[in-house]
């Protein structure tokens, strides 16, 4: 039996976004004194400190470096020797060197902070339903513990017809359903809470509101390096080798990693990940880009306002939502993203060029046809403000083209998709052989990352136990 010694680290979690650190975190509070790594495949967007590999960690001459064999997938020291090194440092354009921790890009990131889902629109009972509604409570109480900025505003669901009065009283009864508290709303109540909206009715929400996603992020991962983690950014996982005994990872600098567990937090690239580990994902990961713009006038909204969403469509419609710093964001359309899970910023306006391989597949088509003429429609006009000041129109009147300016937008979610077509509508988590694989994390997968994160870290510690490793302590229960 391998021992101890001769593991990097008791869990190894691929993928540093929020979800992945959330998960990290989960496993360092829910079994004190586990090793976890993180490994990240670029630079970090939101600009957190990574740490230094743990010594050792694939050195040749180290357990770890020893053991891996020249003949396996994960095995070896890499192209030209380069898991030799000793000084312990992530080598690469924004890696880190000893404990000096190089800022990544905030380009992506919206200085307002982005939208906390309160989870309404979410089928009861689903895994995506329960982690966002407990997640937006869980967030709130963890941004005030910390000092992160936090404003709980509700969210104003509005049917600017008559024909999207059948779908808003549905999501009345599915916040019932949840244990939210809803309101029901006329044109009257409407103006109350929000002046310049008008709508033929709505729904108040009293969950959801506005957060500094990067400022959590930096916590999690602060207070994941404080409980003995260790955080590596441009190490793309290249090879797994799985093994009784567990996984050796190698990473894009020749780096071998061995692990009890792998948690595969990777977003649109978990299932390339899965595929390395040798599991059949079974689904077709597409990462989309969200195409957004701000209002130059500030104050038209005083909180999160969007439209009932349309069941047939895979375009969530106008979101408009005030940020901390009084900017008003307005969310148009989602669209294939051409830089799969990169996170490089592409000015807003501008549409991301599609990748053939993830519109080749003809699941994926079948999966937009209910969207017919308006899924056809709709992603070529996320860059003309003129369509956008159109559709806003409707919540806003008065609004031109001249009120739009470019915001950010960025590789923001993802959707996967069976073999036949079919959507999956919900947080998908597999459990493999030393392995837990996350391969749909879609909206609002930031809200709900704290229970998730829990979920995750529950089932790698059940799979850390198969190696004969004892932690002190696994979460029992579900995530809720």
């Known amino acids: 039996m391998t021992t101890h010694a001769a593991y990097d680290c008791d869990v190894l979690v691929v993928g540093a ?53 020249s003949g396996s997938a994960a095995g070896g020291t890499g192209p030209g020797g380069r ?18 921790a190089v800022r990544g890009d905030r380009a992506a990131v919206w200085s307002g902070g982005e939208a906390v889902h309160s989870g309404i629109q979410h089928a009861p009972g689903t895994l995506r339903a329960r982690c966002t509604v407990r997640g937006a409570a869980e967030l709130a109480a963890f941004c005030a513990e910390h000092g992160i900025a936090h404003t709980v505003t509700g969210e104003l669901v509005v049917a600017t017809g008559s024909g999207g009065l059948p779908r808003l009283h549905g999501l009345v009864q599915r916040g019932r359903a949840h244990g939210l508290p809803v309101r029901e709303l006329g044109p009257a109540q409407i103006a109350e809470h929000e002046p310049r909206v008008r709508a033929h009715a709505a729904i108040l929400v009293g969950a ?133 899970a990169s996170g490089r910023h592409r000015p807003a306006g501008r549409l991301p060029r599609l990748r053939a391989p993830a519109l080749g597949r003809s699941g994926v088509w079948r999966a937009a046809r209910p969207a017919g003429r308006q899924g ?9 403000r003129q369509a956008v000041a159109r559709a806003l ?34 947080f998908l988590l597999r459990d493999a052989p030393h392995a837990v694989h996350v391969l749909n994390v879609p909206v609002p997968a930031v809200t709900a990352a704290l229970p998730l994160g829990r979920e995750v870290a529950r089932r790698a510690l059940l799979r850390a136990r198969a190696t004969g490793w004892s932690p002190l302590a696994v979460e029992s229960g579900h995530c809720v």
């Open 208 to 340: 959801g509101g506005v957060c500094d996603f990067a400022a959590v992020s930096d916590r999690l991962a602060a207070e994941f390096g404080a409980a003995g983690g260790r955080i590596g950014y441009d190490a793309e996982v290249v090879a797994v080798d799985r093994r009784p005994w567990g996984v050796a990872v190698r990473t894009s600098d020749g780096r071998v990693v061995r692990a009890r567990t792998l948690v595969n937090c990777a977003d649109g690239d978990s299932g390339r990940v899965a595929g390395l580990t040798g599991d059949d994902p079974g689904v077709r990961i597409v990462p989309l880009r969200e195409e957004c713009y701000e209002l130059t006038a500030p104050g038209l909204v005083r909180g999160l306002v969007r439209q009932v969403p349309d069941p047939g469509s895979p375009y969530p419609g106008v979101r408009l939502s005030q940020g901390l710093d009084g900017t008003v964001r307005v969310g148009w359309s989602v669209t294939s993203a051409g830089a799969e």
């Open 376 to 384: 056809v429609a709709e992603a070529p006009a996320a860059s003309s």
């Open 83 to 100: 898991a030799d090194r000793s000084d312990g440092a992530v080598r690469g354009d924004g890696a880190v060197r000893g404990d000096r």
């Open 17 to 69: 976004g929020i979800v992945g650190l959330a998960s990290a975190y989960a496993l360092t509070r829910t079994a004190p004194g586990a090793r976890v790594m993180v490994l990240g495949k670029g630079q970090n967007p939101a600009g957190r400190a990574a740490g230094p590999w743990p010594d050792g960690a694939g050195r040749a001459g180290s357990p770890s470096g020893g053991a891996a064999r």
């Open 393 to 426: 129109r409707r919540l806003l009147p008065g609004v031109a083209e001249d009120d739009l300016r470019p915001g950010p937008s960025g590789a923001r979610t993802q959707t996967a998709v069976l073999r036949d077509g079919t959507p999956v509508d919900d």
